[in-house]
């Protein structure tokens, strides 16, 4: 069974440095997503992608991130300048039918 | 900005009862779905509500969608120690597919 996979699972990164974090959705899915989850709280989208550009962000997602779809199966999650704030499971995810298919996650560690 | 609130937050249960999580959400949406989510892990696709009326049922698992009430259920029969997970519902709205998540219910059952 296809599914959407994430690299790295772990990242730990100092406050200031920039991070990408990839997914690879799949294959024959058209949008993508990017969602946070701060430890013990609820999922919050970030963007999301369609036809090679973004189709919507949400407040999170400021000048410090950015997605890119740099060749036909890769996504990426871009963070400039890491916040400690920062510091979450981002999880890629992609649609098929109505279901979003998610990604086992990032966790992102900024100190 | 539409809001989508679950309770009860947290569920601490025996085995073999029965129980039900609710999720409102404030404006009219597309479609409601329920993930479940273990410790440290993705989150996984348990039900997707489409239309009003709704009912879907997976073992020991019943979600039902009432769109009138903006209201679904997700109704647990004779739980085992195997649902123990963190449950959440979302919506999402237009064309986009983002989804809108509750902030979930901690499910514990106890035996």
Not at chain 1, 54 to 70: H, T
Request: hydrophobic content about 35%; proline content about 4%; some cysteine.
């Amino acid at each position: 069974e296809p599914e959407v996979t994430q690299t790295p699972s772990h990242q730990v990164t100092q406050m200031g440095q920039e991070v990408i974090l990839r997914c690879v959705p799949i294959s024959n899915h058209l949008y993508f997503y990017w969602y946070r989850q701060i430890l013990g709280q609820k999922v919050e989208f970030l963007v999301s992608f369609y036809n090679n550009e973004i189709s919507e962000k949400s407040e999170i997602f400021d000048d410090q991130f950015s997605v890119e779809r740099p060749d036909g199966s890769n996504f990426t999650l871009k963070i400039r300048s890491t916040k400690l704030e920062d510091s979450a499971m981002y999880f890629c995810a992609s649609i098929s039918s109505y279901e979003q298919y998610f990604g086992p996650g990032t966790r992102l560690t900024v100190t | 900005e539409l809001k989508v609130e679950q309770n009860p937050l947290f569920l601490s249960m025996q085995e073999g009862k029965n129980y039900t999580i609710y999720c409102n959400y404030s404006t009219t949406s597309d479609r409601l779905y329920w993930y479940r989510q273990d410790p440290g892990k993705s989150l996984e696709s348990l039900f997707v509500l489409l239309s009003n009326g709704a009912v879907k049922q997976e073992g020991r698992l019943m979600a039902s969608l009432d769109t009138k009430a903006r209201l679904s259920t997700l109704h647990i029969t004779a739980a085992v120690h195997d649902l123990s997970a963190t449950y959440f519902c979302a919506v999402d709205r237009g064309s986009n597919y983002k989804l809108t998540f509750g902030k979930g219910t901690l499910l514990t059952v106890n035996p």
